[in-house]
């Protein structure tokens, strides 16, 4: 359990993270999720008293990371990949972690073995792939058995093969559990391992509530229809009542009336139809559009949401139905 | 808490896993012994074309010790690398994240370096003392003689207490490439230019490696009243030393990883 109250950083005059307040609990994957520059790593050396917070406290177990006794055994954290010294070896690099936490020696080999690192245990990492240095982080944040775990950004890098390795990870850490706290700035790769959210945008807290709620809020079902006569659709849904709206390409797109409904009143008006399809719109919208006034580096033409709405067009087959899928 | 024998036992395995520990001593040890011989040799050929007064205040022991100022920089080197490697790789996030304990963890990591530097140090010093006056020949020092022990054991102690100033240095600056583009030229050139140029001569006398080399003297030198004794120079590159480690420390204590 990881107890945030009020945490706060400034870098200067700059405000990094802003009273966050939230806690993360066990036996779940909690994914923090923010834009890049929202402040999530920067909360995560918080937590392990790498910065110094302005203000606020964060408490692991009701303790200060500093009170913690052999803190690699209570919290192993994958920061970083690439900061380890190229120099040493993989082994090497485990072993000074180990000891310096009484942790058995015996413990390194297993965890090599974990991540798949056992046959390059005594390469440098100098030349290890990021992929490879992914797995020695995770090695490293795995070797005292630890009850809660920090995840910063672990899929980057990664291959399809070790993206679908972690999530299977974080997913078995969590069911044994143990407190599992993942950053990353893709909704579409949280939806897949979270069960918690917590979103940040600019340093403060925009969501923290579990990842079904977040479906049930966020997702809006609509109706999208397209007709070679857009005009008398339009007309023809007028007189229903039916609000619709119109979004480039000559498509409508509707909003709480079911696509049977619809259909039904374009054959009796003898509507030509080239298109009639439930939509669903992403998280990954959703979270655009929870974070899109607080996202710090801003490409600069046009509006962020409508553009990313626009390179949407064939959503169904996205991440979407994959979530439909694992809620099912 | 971090307790300190497992932090020691981890510094000590981070020490000798990495090439550059091998590297630089090594490079300390061969420099400081190979310059001092060849300084001994051109001394011994030159000898009888030294006035009187220069053969009377020779000083065999500080001659093999001449090495010194190029090995030096190798130590130096060493005392950089073991704590600015942390830096460059961003391995001393993961380090504070196993000992968050930072006065622990600086000092345990000071002290496993000091201690190795210490050994190399006084190997390094004795070897150069006897190849030095091995090359001497009839105008050699004996390990016996008044003041010869003290200046030896003092050469290993001078080499370790210029890699703990550096190691010091380098907490403070948190950068290899800052450290050493300090260190070096004021050790190579500043530091000599301030103590070899008369109207800079007494400050420069107060700079840590002037003030410590003082302990490698057997006979004084002419003309050149020195203000301190062998211990006393060392005591003042002590001085310098511990100020150093102040700062270093309080940078660490202070600042995000």
């Known amino acids: 359990m990881i107890e945030l109250e009020g945490l706060t950083k400034y870098y200067g005059d700059t405000l990094a993270v802003d009273h966050l307040t939230f806690t993360v609990r066990p036996g779940m994957v909690t994914g923090f999720l923010g834009p890049n520059g929202a402040g999530k790593s920067t909360t995560m050396r918080m937590m392990l008293d790498l910065d110094h917070p302005t203000e606020g406290t964060v408490r692991i177990d009701g303790k200060h990371y500093r009170q913690l006794n052999d803190p690699l055994t209570y919290i192993g954290a994958l920061l970083d990949a690439k900061a380890v010294h190229g120099g040493r070896s993989a082994v090497n690099h485990l072993l000074c972690l180990a000891q310096s936490n009484g942790i058995p020696r015996e413990r390194v080999g297993e965890v090599l073995d974990t991540v798949g690192l056992t046959s390059v245990a005594d390469k440098r990492s100098k030349g290890f792939s990021l992929g490879m240095s992914q797995r020695l982080g995770i090695a490293a944040a795995l070797l005292g058995d630890p009850k809660i775990l920090l995840f910063d950004e672990p899929v980057n890098g990664l291959d399809p093969e070790g993206i679908h390795w972690i ?162 | 808490m971090a307790e300190v024998p497992r932090v020691l036992r981890s510094e000590w395995t981070k020490i000798k896993s990495v090439r550059s520990t091998m590297w630089t001593l090594g490079t300390a040890v061969l ?107 009839e105008h050699r020092a004996y390990l016996s003689d008044p003041g010869v022990l003290r200046a030896v054991i003092g050469g290993g102690l001078y080499m370790t207490l210029i890699a703990l100033f550096s190691m010091a240095v380098a907490s403070m600056l948190r950068s290899a490439m800052l450290s050493l583009g300090v260190l070096m030229p004021f050790f190579f050139l500043i530091s000599s230019i301030l103590g070899n ?61």
């Open chain 1, 167 to 328: 999530r299977n990870l974080m997913k078995n850490l969590a069911a044994q559990g143990r407190t599992v706290f993942v950053s990353s700035h893709l909704m579409s790769e949280m939806a897949l391992t979270a069960e918690h959210l917590v979103v940040i945008g600019q340093g403060r807290l925009m969501a923290d509530m579990s990842m079904a709620e977040f479906i049930q809020q966020n997702s809006r079902s609509y109706v999208r229809m397209r007709s070679p006569e857009p005009e008398r659709l339009l007309d023809v849904l007028h007189v229903e009542g039916i609000e619709a709206v119109a979004v480039g390409n000559g498509s409508l797109e509707i909003d709480g009336v079911p696509a049977d409904e619809l259909g039904g009143l374009a054959a009796r008006h003898q509507l030509v139809l080239h298109e009639l399809s439930p939509q669903r719109a992403s998280l990954e919208e959703a979270f655009m559009r929870l974070t899109a006034e607080s996202v710090e580096y801003h490409a600069h033409d046009g509006e962020p949401v409508a553009a990313y709405a626009g390179t949407q067009e064939p959503a169904p087959s996205g991440w979407g139905a994959d979530w439909q899928k694992k809620g099912s």
């Open chain 2, 31 to 137: 420099v400081t012994i190979a310059l001092g011989m060849l300084i001994c040799t051109l001394v011994r050929v030159d000898f009888g074309s030294k006035s009187i007064n220069q053969q009377i205040t020779f000083d065999p022991t500080n001659v093999s010790f001449t090495g010194m100022t190029l090995g030096q920089l190798a130590m130096i080197v060493f005392g950089v690398l073991v704590v600015a490697n942390e830096y460059s790789s961003g391995m001393i996030r993961t380090s504070l994240a196993a000992v968050p304990q930072r006065a622990t963890f600086l000092f345990c990591k000071l002290l496993v370096a000091t201690a190795l530097v210490l050994v190399v140090g006084l190997v390094t010093s004795f070897a150069a003392f006897f190849a030095g006056q091995a090359v001497l020949g």
């Open chain 2, 197 to 257: 140029v008369s109207a800079t001569r007494k400050l420069g006398r107060y700079l840590p490696d002037q003030a410590g080399q003082k302990i490698m003297q057997v006979i004084a030198p002419v003309n050149d009243p020195v203000p301190y004794g062998p211990w006393g120079g060392l005591a003042i590159m002590m001085g310098w030393t511990a100020v150093a480690l102040a700062g270093g420390f309080l940078v660490l204590k202070k600042r995000d990883a």
